[in-house]
């Protein structure tokens, strides 16, 4: 078994296909619109969905705004270096709700942003082993 994708809803999905591509890095892999549903998704990540977990982002037609809720944390994405990636973010335009450094409970360098829609981005440079 493993993770095949996480699902976002969001209300402008032209501008979170730019944030996650131009911001994040990833890549647009698939995007497909469903007349009879009224929704439309796309798919991003960092390689081919057969070998890595993608984002799938819907959005249904007419909806422009979600309440993120209590239950959500965040995404993390592995950076190579924190401070760097927040700062090409934040040239970007991106919004940075965590300036990188220190996690405040060790020492973990972190950032975070927020997407178009609020979701919140999680930087981190840290190895697997």
């Known amino acids: 078994m493993r993770i095949l994708h ?3 809803r969001v209300g402008n999905l032209d501008k979170s296909i730019a944030f996650y591509t131009q911001v994040l890095g990833m890549s647009l892999l698939r995007q497909k619109e469903y007349p009879q549903g009224e ?3 796309a798919f991003l990540g960092y390689g081919p969905e057969s070998e890595h977990p993608a984002l799938e982002l819907t959005y249904n037609w007419g909806k422009y705004e979600y309440e993120i809720g209590t239950g959500f944390g965040h995404l ?3 950076v190579e270096d924190v401070y760097v990636a927040v700062s090409k973010a934040k040239a970007q335009g991106a919004k940075v709700v965590r300036e990188a450094g220190p996690m405040s409970a ?3 360098i972190v950032g975070f942003l927020q997407d178009p829609d609020g979701y919140e981005i999680e930087l981190l440079s840290k190895t697997f082993e």
């Open 106 to 108: 060790g020492t973990t």
């Open 6 to 8: 996480t699902m976002l």
């Open 76 to 78: 993390a994405i592995n």
């Open 39 to 41: 929704f439309t998704l």
